[in-house]
């Protein structure tokens, strides 16, 4: 996506505005080249492709937070092919399992049930 304006955008605002979709991966802000126009633009990351395609048929040539309309932009599968895909430490394992399950919270500690037989 790309931003005009004279600052960047608060990523607690992207964060804000596209969370609303789906669960975020990560959300990174940065300024425009220096050949190119003043302005920022942001790498928005979500988990799930269906996620994003919805944030960009919503937010797509809209005010989101500032006064100029955002442009977003879906990545390409075979762009993402090119960089190596890291793993999911346990944090973000345990977010996406609460996203999805609904749950509050788990627990990492290892619960040893005796069952006795009758």
Same mark, same amino acid.
């Given at each position: ?13 992207? #964060?804000?505005?596209?969370? /609303? #979709? ?13 050949? +190119? ?11 799930? +492709? ?12 809209? /005010? ?27 944090? /973000? ?9 609904? #749950? ?15």
């Amino acid at each position: 996506m790309r931003f005009l304006g004279v600052g960047p955008p608060p990523q607690h605002s992207l #964060f804000t505005a596209f969370s /609303q #979709f789906g669960l975020l991966y990560s959300v990174r802000v940065f300024p425009n080249a220096a050949v +190119a126009q003043p302005g920022f633009y942001a790498v928005i990351k979500f988990y799930s +492709a269906r996620a994003a395609h919805r944030a960009q048929k919503a937010c797509d040539g809209k /005010q989101l937070f500032q006064t100029s309309p955002v442009k977003v932009l879906l990545g390409t599968r075979h762009k993402a092919v090119q960089h190596q895909a890291l793993p999911l430490n346990s944090s /973000q394992c345990q977010e996406l399992a609460n996203y999805y399950f609904g #749950f509050n919270g788990w627990s990492k500690r290892i619960i040893k049930d005796h069952y006795h037989s009758l």
